[in-house]
């Protein structure tokens, strides 16, 4: 269904809402490539989608350990929070040793079980194309975690080695297009989701 028998005016706020979008960088590397990619991305989205890098970084979360699910320390209450609040997530992160960064997968571990974490919709982003076992298992971790990956917008880049700034990657126009037509992607895909409304029943 895509908006039939609702209000016109419904369906004209839906195309104007903005869609809020935290994107994680899996690197602590003060000049990581995946870590600017998240900046560029901030600043080629599109009208209607405020994408914000992660600026607490994820490797303000401690180590993850379940003891502390009682009492989650406030950095994790905060990720989760801001995750949370998000329509949708974009991860890019490297691969260290065909395995996913151990900062990404702390952080996903802290958000198993999360509820607010559970149909997310993720864009995961490949700044490497040589890299593609962090990113088949990646994708894995997510589809087990019952995220929502979406492939429309989840794109192999080629920045290592090439475009590995911020500025590089906004001003060389085919990168900078394909992080737009990826961003547009995942915008259509909120947006189709958001036109076909609750999916529970509400009293
Ligand atoms: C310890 C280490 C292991 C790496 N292992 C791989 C690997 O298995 N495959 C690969 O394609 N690149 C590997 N790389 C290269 C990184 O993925 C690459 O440098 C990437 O740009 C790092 O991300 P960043 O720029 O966001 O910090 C490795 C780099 C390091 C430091």
Redesign the pocket.
Known sequence: MRGSGRPREWDCAVKWLTMDVIAL?G?L?S?????AFCRAAARLAPAGMRIAPYRAGLGSLPLFNPDLEAAPPDTVRQFRDALGKADALIIAS?????GMSGVLKNALDWLVSHEAFIGKPVALIN??P??H?AYEATLEVLRTMSATPVPEASITLPL?GRCTTEEQMVSSGEIAAQIRNALGALQAFLHVGAQDGPSFPIS
Do not use: G
């Not at 490297?94 to 065909?98: G, I, K, T």
């Open positions: 960088a690197s590397r000049a990581s490539i995946n870590a490297p691969e260290y040793a065909h700044t490497s040589r890299a076992h290592l």
